[in-house]
Structure formats: C-alpha cells, structure tokens
C-alpha cells in the first residue's frame, strides 16, 4: 500500500521538507510520496487532510498552533508546548508531534560544556526549543526587541529581557531565533550588545539556514564556532520521518538519504 504525506503551510513554495522525505523513501525502498500543500486557512487542517487521503502531514508558518487543537490524540511534549508540527494518522484519529524542539537540541549537542544559553527572539520557534533546553538542564534567558511576546515566557519562569532592560551577562551559547536576516542584512539585536555577549560566549548558532546571516558573519569576526539551522532542519525532518515511518529504519539510515537534499 503506497502512502501519501505532504506539508501544510503558508507559504511553502520554498520547503525543502518534499525533497528531504521523497529522498528517504526512495533510498529506503518505502512506498510513499510527499507533496506539498498551501493551506490558507488553518481551520480547515483537518477537512484537508483527509479529503486529499493523507497518512501523515509536517505543518509549517503559519498554522502549528492549528495543527495542535485539530488533534485527537497528543505526544506529552507537544501538549506541553502547545505547537504540533507532525501529525501521523492511525485509525482514523490525528496523532500530533513536535519534531522541532528535539531536532534543534540534537543540532546543538556537538557544543559540550554548555549550561547558559541566551536567546535572541521569543517567536514561535523560541517556544518549543526553550522548553526542550530548559527540560534538559541548561539555564535559557530570552532577549526581545519587544515586550509583547516576552510575557507568555516570563509567566512561565524564564528570566526575559528587552534590549532596554538587558543586563549583560556571559552566555555560553548566544542563538539567533529571529527572522532578523533572513531576507536581509540585518542583525538581531544592537551591534553594542551582541558584541559583548558574542566575546565572552563559547560558540553562536542561527536558526536561519542555507545562508550566513549578519549574526553569525559578526560571530566569525569574534573567531567564535558558528552553526546555521540546517542540522535542525535536517534532524527536525527525521524525526518526523521516524513517526511517519512508525520507526522502522534508525535514524543514521534516515539521516542518509534525507540530508542528500542539502547537497543538491
Ligand atoms: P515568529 O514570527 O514567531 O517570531 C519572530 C521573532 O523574531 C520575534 O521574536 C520578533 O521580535 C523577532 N524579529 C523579527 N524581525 C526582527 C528584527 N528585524 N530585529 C529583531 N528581532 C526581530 O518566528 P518563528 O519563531 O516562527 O521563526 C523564527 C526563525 O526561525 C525564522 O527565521 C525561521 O526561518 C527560523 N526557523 C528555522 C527552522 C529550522 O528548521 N532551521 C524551523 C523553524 C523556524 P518581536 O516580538 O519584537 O516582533
């Protein structure tokens, strides 16, 4: 029986999230397809889901918190964070994952003796990877250029600043979670406080991927180790291929034929 999978987001043109899947199915002898879908309204999840036949679906901006509430049955992480970005279907009921928050802390494991971490943004992406790296044991502080979406963060004790309350201190990992370079040059916060935190961290990573942003292009010049968001992505991508595939190959066979799509 060949399955078909797709991702839903909006916009999704530019996913790499076919490729990837499409690439592991094929290395891996596995009957199935992954297609894209632009989804305009995220109510309508669900009705689309079934209506084009899926097994299973990645959903990407703007719709995981509506992959959330259209779920019938929840991982424990994803309801504790309250954003799915993998639903697999069995039964006829939508089972709801989160495959971001540990692709993005098996992306950061190669940076040892880590402990204090500062996050610069508290968007969507901020959310769930806060909660896995704190559950993890390493101390998270969040720096916004607002205040707004620090709130939700604050209320759930994690000790947060705007760039006019910031108290400098020394972070031993300093991440990018803004979209601030990624259709521009520009930085994420103030040059003066990235230049501090920057010196005295031990390695700056970005979020962003397929591209070397202001942030980490300014980390370089500090002579600091860099990482993009592409092993998050990558890793992201099979874990979900992992629940998708109900955990029938490891994830080092996954890993591949899917990462292929970053050499193409
Ligand atoms: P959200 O829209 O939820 O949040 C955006 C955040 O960026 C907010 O904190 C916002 O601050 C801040 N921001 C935006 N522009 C600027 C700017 N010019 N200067 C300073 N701060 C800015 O975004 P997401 O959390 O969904 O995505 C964040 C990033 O993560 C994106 O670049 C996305 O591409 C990347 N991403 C990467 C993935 C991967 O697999 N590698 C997976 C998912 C996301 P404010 O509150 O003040 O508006």
Request: glycine fraction near 6%; charged fraction near 25%.
């Amino acid at each position: 029986m060949s399955f078909l999978f797709s991702i839903f987001g909006n916009p999704v043109s530019h996913s790499k999230s076919p490729l990837m899947h499409n690439l592991a199915f094929k290395g891996l002898n596995y009957d199935a397809c992954y297609a894209r879908y632009k989804l305009q309204d995220g109510d309508k999840l669900k009705e689309t889901f079934f209506s084009l036949g899926l097994k299973g679906i990645n959903i990407t901006v703007p719709h995981k918190e509506y992959a959330f509430k259209a779920c019938d049955v929840l991982d424990p992480f994803a309801k504790k964070v309250g954003a799915v970005n993998t639903i697999v279907e069995k039964d006829g009921k939508l089972h709801g994952y989160n495959t971001d928050a540990p692709g993005f802390l098996k992306a950061i494991s190669e940076f040892k003796d880590i402990k204090t971490v500062l996050f610069l943004g508290a968007g969507g992406t901020a959310q769930s990877t806060s909660t896995i790296l704190r559950d993890e044991g390493y101390e998270v502080t969040l720096l916004n250029r607002s205040q707004e979406r620090l709130n939700k963060f604050k209320q759930n004790g994690f000790k947060t600043y705007t760039f006019d309350t910031f108290k400098i201190e020394k972070y031993d990992l300093v991440i990018n979670m803004t979209s601030a370079g990624l259709e521009d040059d520009s930085l994420p916060a103030p040059k003066e406080i990235l230049n501090k935190v920057i010196e005295t961290s031990k390695a700056c990573v970005d979020v962003i991927y397929g591209k070397e942003t202001a942030f980490l292009k300014l980390a370089k010049a500090h002579n600091k180790p860099i990482k993009d968001g592409s092993d998050m992505l990558l890793y992201q991508g099979i874990i979900a291929f992992e629940y998708f595939t109900d955990h029938k190959f490891t994830f080092d066979k996954i890993k591949t034929y899917m990462e292929k799509a970053f050499y193409l």
